[in-house]
């Protein structure tokens, strides 16, 4: 019985890292990335994403609760997990250490980046182009947030290739290393989308 609340813990788990969450990863990705083409065109685009209608509800049912179960259940996971890099100089063995050091980064960041325009909104705040480019003036926090965007893409586009073989997409040798491939890919496509945003506004 427990082994089976377990089972259905860790896919869900793996689930709504793609599920909403790496969809809501690329979505917010793409949105900042409307600040190379100038402030206005990045006002626009997040003052699109602002008014939804049913937006609390929205961000709600599709961030907040989702996140909050993957970074809770993933830190128990990261800190049970045995991290077995030190003994086995594999690729994928430190694929799989990285996965939990940069699922732990990501957390820091979100608590923080939320902290520092979500919360600061509801206090008079807000936020738009110049709200960020304020924060990126200052070179620790530019620092920062290229740190922990690299590290939150990498998250999840490594993510992707584990995903893929806990769900049976990919089974043999050849189709993960394929996979590798394509999700390594994908990792430094959505970084340089991510940089490219951060040094618009700076
Ligand atoms: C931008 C936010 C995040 C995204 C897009 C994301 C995405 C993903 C994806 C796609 C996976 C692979 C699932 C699988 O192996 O089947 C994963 C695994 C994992 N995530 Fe996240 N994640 C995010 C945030 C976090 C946070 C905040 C933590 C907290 C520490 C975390 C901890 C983990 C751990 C430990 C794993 C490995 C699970 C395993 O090997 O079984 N993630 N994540």
Redesign the pocket.
């Given at each position: 019985m427990a082994g089976n609340r377990e089972f259905f813990n860790?896919r869900l788990?793996?689930l709504l890292?793609?599920i909403p969450?790496?969809v809501?990863?690329i979505q917010h990705l793409v949105v900042n990335h409307f600040a190379t083409g100038g402030e206005e065109s990045f006002n626009k685009a997040a003052g699109f994403m602002e008014h939804l209608p049913f937006r609390i509800i929205l961000e709600t049912f599709i961030i907040f609760i989702p996140?909050l179960f993957?970074?809770i259940y993933?830190?128990y996971?990261?800190f049970t997990?045995k991290n077995n890099a030190s003994r086995f100089g594999f690729f994928r063995n430190w694929m799989?250490l990285l996965?939990?050091v940069t699922?732990?980064i990501?957390?820091i960041f979100?608590v923080w980046h939320v902290w520092q325009t979500r919360v600061q909104a509801a206090f008079g705040a807000e936020v738009n182009f110049q709200m960020m480019e304020n924060i990126l003036s200052n070179p620790f926090m530019l620092w920062f947030y290229i740190i922990c965007v690299v590290s939150?893409i990498f998250?999840?586009a490594n993510?992707?290739w584990?995903?893929c073989?806990?769900?049976g997409i990919t089974i043999s040798p050849r189709s993960q290393l394929i996979s590798t491939y394509v999700t390594m890919g994908i990792f430094v496509a959505l970084s340089i989308v991510g940089i490219r945003a951060i040094f618009a506004f700076v």
């Open positions: 860790r788990h793996s890292g793609v969450i790496g809501f990863l996140i993957h970074a993933g830190l996971i990261a997990a799989f996965q939990r699922g732990v990501t957390l979100i939150a998250h999840f993510g992707l584990s995903f073989v806990s769900w």
